[in-house]
T-cell receptor, first 114, second 114 residues
């Protein structure tokens, strides 16, 4: 596709369940980022992938959060044993090179934990 | 540590007014990059500008202009003759050249009334 695609666009889950959020970056983009945006808040950095390098996981809020990127393309963010405070919009972005270039964002996945 | 502060949470103006969105940043690096993004009601962030720390020239793009001042660690954004379509949340962001994490401010919500 022409842009960054995220699925699902909306997800409602029960507290304690695991969820997987998917991101399809722009073809050829080597860098991929996940951010979290809570209601009315800024963007909180979660994790960054660059090519085959080890990801920068420094923003993951707890060990319930993990992410992988297969084949340097699609990425999945997994949240285990979801809590209500995990409710937010999860944004994925990709860029052609490193973080100091323009990032292209998807429309996000709105996660609601009930 | 990196930090981006957007002190204005919400701004409301009437169409055709000029408006300036403030951004103050903190970094210990001498090489870094600053960004502005727009998040319209649809939710997808749109890149507006990138500026590196060695280029303090102000930039103008149509009704948009940016004032970068290293002496005050500020990167302010002005919209001239605002329009209703400018209504959005605007984020300022900072990326250090040696790392890959881009830090965003909390955003400023701009309302432009007809």
């Amino acid at each position: 596709g022409a842009g960054v695609s995220q699925s699902p666009s909306n997800k409602v889950t029960e507290k304690g369940k695991d969820v997987e959020l998917r991101c399809d970056p722009i073809s050829g983009h080597t860098a991929l980022y996940w951010y979290r945006q809570s209601l009315g808040q800024g963007l909180e950095f979660l994790i960054y992938f660059q090519g085959n390098s080890a990801p920068d996981k420094s923003g993951l809020p707890s060990d319930r959060f993990s992410a992988e990127r297969t084949g340097g393309s699609v990425s999945t963010l997994t949240i285990q044993r979801t809590q209500q405070e995990d409710s937010a919009v999860y944004l994925c972005a990709s860029s052609p090179e490193a973080a100091n270039t323009e990032a292209f964002f998807g429309q996000g996945t709105r996660l609601t934990v009930v | 540590a990196q930090k981006v502060t957007q002190a204005q949470t919400e701004i409301s103006v009437v169409e055709k007014e000029d408006v300036t969105l403030d951004c103050v940043y903190e970094t210990r690096d001498t090489t870094y990059y600053l960004f502005w993004y727009k998040q319209p009601p649809s939710g997808e962030l749109v890149f507006l500008i990138r500026r590196n720390s060695f280029d303090e020239q102000n930039e103008i793009s149509g009704r948009y202009s940016w004032n970068f001042q290293k002496s005050t660690s500020s990167f302010n954004f002005t919209i001239t003759a605002s329009q209703v379509v400018d209504s959005a949340v605007y984020f300022c962001a900072l990326s250090e050249a040696r790392g890959f994490k881009t830090i965003f401010g909390a955003g400023t919500r701009l309302f432009v009334k007809a």
